[in-house]
């Protein structure tokens, strides 16, 4: 990606910027020059193959915002012609200055019968869940039915760790073990175990922090869980229901809810399938008892879904700007030393500009919404054949913000560590 976008710059020393200032025909000459060019890289480098063009791909209308439709016409071609020559199967949407840049299906939601995708295809979002979970619990706190200070036995008077307090959990430094470890180990029920069953787990097989609360960073599945718990003990609704109602419903996002594998029929929609690859074919990944509980994932949602959650964030809908600026902040171990993470949102720095973000891996799905706070640019990745996505959050990034990379050395990269390895 440096080397297309030196060529970038050295085409047109004055960016983008300079275009614009020009007619519409000089505009056009100049994108076309630039796409031109990015093809013939991207050709010339052997990336592009028939095989991936002729895969199922359908477009969605950009909507309209400040940028032009040169700009637009750069950004979608070059975008599209990045995924292609990465057998990228998924959707995708990026979006900066308010405009939707590119917002497209690529392949299949299910390789069985080789359904295409469409842009209203709800994924499994994985952790990207954990977004969700964290502000329902803002949401309780801002309307005092709660306090993330609080320890959790406050809500949960059986909870075996009485030192671990709600941010704990949120913030991933409670020091809890894997619950998933837990459901492999102990859990022999022929249904799905649920949030109350893992805690009966951890009052029936005991077992000891990692580390001393708040002392350390370790991601976990197990914190977002009991989350999960707590929303259903302070509000009295199952999990999914307080969703529906409270963040859902309000939003409008009417193609996002909480997968349940103990209700099959409710459950048989239209939506994708994780998959893995076998040979050269792939296979469906089936639930397991993992999916059962609910809060670290679970989470189904569509691209234009999840760019209403994107825009009821920028708005700050839902809770006070001064929550939200909250969630987003650096949490502070005992030793004062910060950790990129806040309350349920990871956080970045790309190019100075502030990135609030959560990856997503489960079940073949992989998943990615990053949110570049200071410029107000967007961008989600949603796929499912379990295909790693860290190299193609990276590269859409670099094409994203092209003006401002073609102004320094070489482009941020993404961190492996920050896209986790199970359920995260």
Known sequence: MPNIFSKIKRSHPHGVNEAKKGSRGTGNI?????????????AFSGV??????????VFEEVLPGSLSD???????????????ARNFNGNVLVAREGTVLISRSFGFSDFRNHTPLTIQMPFQLASITKTFTATAILMLHHDGRLH???MVTSYIPEFPYPDISVRMLLNHTAGLQNYMWMVERYWKQAHPPDN?????????????????????????NTGYAFLGLIIERVSGQPFAGFMKENIFDPLGLQHTFVYDPRLPEEMNVDRAYGFRRWGRSHIVIPDVPHDGVMGDKGIFSNIPDL???????????????????????????T?????RYGLGWRLQSFMDIHVVHHPGRWSGFRTSLKRFTDKDATLIILSNNSRDITSLVEGLQNILFYREISEISAPHEEDPEEYEVIGG
């Open 30 to 42: 100049v994108f076309l020059g630039l796409t031109a060019m990015m093809m013939y890289v991207l």
């Open 48 to 57: 592009v193959n028939e095989r991936a063009i002729e895969k199922a791909v």
């Open 70 to 84: 040169d700009e637009i016409f750069f950004f979608r071609d070059t975008i599209t012609k990045f995924l292609l």
């Open 148 to 150: 993330i200070d609080s």
């Open 196 to 220: 109350e069953d893992i805690l009966n787990l951890f009052l029936r097989h005991p077992r000891h922090l990692d580390f001393r609360p708040g002392t350390r960073f370790a991601y976990s």
């Open 307 to 333: 760019f209403l959650w994107d825009r009821a964030i920028a708005e700050n809908r839902l809770l006070p700007e001064e929550l939200w600026q909250e969630a987003f902040s650096h949490t502070l171990l």
């Open 335 to 339: 030793n004062n030393r910060p950790v």
